[in-house]
C-alpha cells in the first residue's frame, strides 16, 4: 500500500454554545477517522478568532450564539474574503434563516436534530467539492470539475449494502486523478484498500455509469481490467 496517496483529514472548527451538542457532535465527526475536529468556539468572537488562526477546511455554525447571529459572523467571513465552507447546524428552521444563510454562501444547512447520516452526507459533499485538481491544472476549471465545487455533481441517493459512501467518493476521485486507464490493484494501492475491494467499488461506478471498462490483451490469459472515468467519446484517451 502507499500511504502517502491517503487524502488528508478535513479539518473541521466547531461553533456551538451548547457544550453538550459541541460534545455529541464532536464524537459523531470524529467517528469519521478523516475527520479531525481543530477547534470549538462557543461565541462569535471565538469562532472568528479561531477561524482565522486555524484556517479549517470546514466550518461548522450554529445561528444563536451568546454575543450575536453565525448568520452575521458568516456574512462577515465573505465581506472579509473568507472562503472556508460553511454549513450552518442549528435549531433555527424558519425560511427567512435558511435564505439568508445561502445567500451569504453557506453551502449545507442541518437542522437539528439531524441524522448522522445526514451529517456523512455533508462531509461527503465536503470533500467532493475540494477534488484537488491535476497540477497541470492548477487555477483552472472545467465544467465537471465546476459542477462539483457548486455541488452539482451526480448523486447516488441509495447505495447498497457494502458501498460506503466515503470510500466510494476517495476510489472515484482516485479514478479522476489517474492520468490512464487504470487497475483495481493500482486504485487500491491509492487508496489504501485491497483489490478485491477496489475491483467491487469500481465494477459499482461501472454499473451507475460513472467508470468505463477496458481490457488490455497482451499475454496469454485472462485480459486485464482497466478502469476509467465515463466521459463524451471525444474525451477519452
Not at 448568520?71 to 435549531?91: C, F, M, P
Not at 467499488?201 to 499475454?219: I, K, M, N
Request: include cysteine; charged fraction near 25%.
Amino acid at each position: 500500500m502507499n500511504p502517502a496517496a491517503a487524502p488528508a483529514p478535513t479539518r473541521v472548527l466547531l461553533v456551538e454554545d451548547d457544550l453538550r451538542v459541541a460534545r455529541v457532535n464532536r464524537e459523531l465527526l470524529e467517528r469519521d477517522p478523516d475527520v479531525h475536529v481543530v477547534g470549538s468556539a462557543a461565541t462569535c468572537a471565538q469562532a472568528d478568532a479561531l477561524a482565522r488562526a486555524l484556517s479549517p477546511d470546514l466550518i461548522l455554525l450554529d445561528v444563536h450564539l451568546p454575543d450575536g447571529s453565525g448568520l452575521g459572523l458568516l456574512r462577515h467571513w465573505r465581506t472579509q474574503g473568507l472562503t472556508t465552507d460553511v454549513a450552518l447546524i442549528t435549531a433555527a428552521d424558519d425560511e427567512a434563516s435558511v435564505r439568508l444563510a445561502l445567500a451569504h454562501g453557506a453551502f449545507d444547512y442541518l437542522i437539528k436534530p439531524f441524522t448522522g447520516a445526514r451529517l456523512n452526507d455533508l462531509l461527503a459533499r465536503h470533500r467532493a467539492r475540494h477534488h484537488a485538481p491535476h497540477p497541470a491544472d492548477a487555477g483552472r476549471l472545467d465544467q465537471g470539475r465546476l459542477d462539483r465545487l457548486l455541488g452539482l455533481g451526480p448523486t447516488l441517493p441509495s447505495l447498497p449494502r457494502g458501498i460506503d459512501p466515503n470510500t466510494l467518493e476517495r476510489v472515484a476521485q482516485a479514478l479522476h486523478g489517474a492520468p490512464h486507464p487504470v487497475s483495481a490493484e493500482d486504485i487500491g494501492e491509492q487508496v489504501s484498500l485491497s483489490r478485491v475491494t477496489a475491483w467491487r467499488y469500481l465494477e459499482y461506478l461501472v454499473r451507475s455509469g460513472a467508470a468505463r471498462l477496458d481490457h488490455q490483451y497482451g499475454q496469454a490469459g485472462r485480459p486485464a481490467k482497466l478502469y476509467r472515468p465515463s466521459g463524451p467519446p471525444d474525451e477519452q484517451p
